[in-house]
Nanobody, 121 residues
Framework: QVQLLESGGGLAQAGGSLRLSCAVS????????MGWYRQAPGKQREMVAV???????NYGGSVKDRFVISRDNAKNTAYLDMNNLRAEDTAVYYC???????????????WGQGTQVTVSS
């Protein structure tokens, strides 16, 4: 089984920065894509940033040039540096890891429990 542990959410002022971390742990597995989605009250969940194992990154349009995703493959940990935060970045951020267990044929999506990010204007 695989578990995702998120950390780093909290309160920030507009223009400030926060860093999220997501560590994947469990039995033998291979992690492909890792990243974050977010969901604000009354809105659909949207992609924030995703990086695959080869290092290819994709960003949501509203965070491009402000957020930076990175990962440490040796630690199976992904990071999201959020800079120049805006009030509209306020949401619950969910970590996603696309993982294949050693005895499985297919990759499967695993989600973290979510961490609240609140930006005050």
């Amino acid at each position: 089984q695989v578990q995702l542990l998120e950390s780093g959410g909290g309160l920030a002022q507009a223009g400030g920065s926060l860093r999220l971390s997501c560590a994947v742990s469990g039995s033998r597995f291979t992690a492909n894509a890792m990243g974050w989605y977010r969901q604000a009250p009354g809105k659909q969940r949207e992609m924030v940033a995703v990086m695959n194992a080869a290092g290819t990154m994709n960003y949501g349009g509203s965070v491009k040039d402000r957020f930076v995703i990175s990962r440490d493959n040796a630690k199976n940990t992904a990071y999201l540096d959020m800079n120049n935060l805006r009030a509209e970045d306020t949401a619950v951020y969910y970590c996603l890891a696309v993982v294949r267990l050693e005895d499985a044929e297919a990759y499967k999506d695993y989600w973290g429990q979510g961490t609240q990010v609140t930006v005050s204007s």
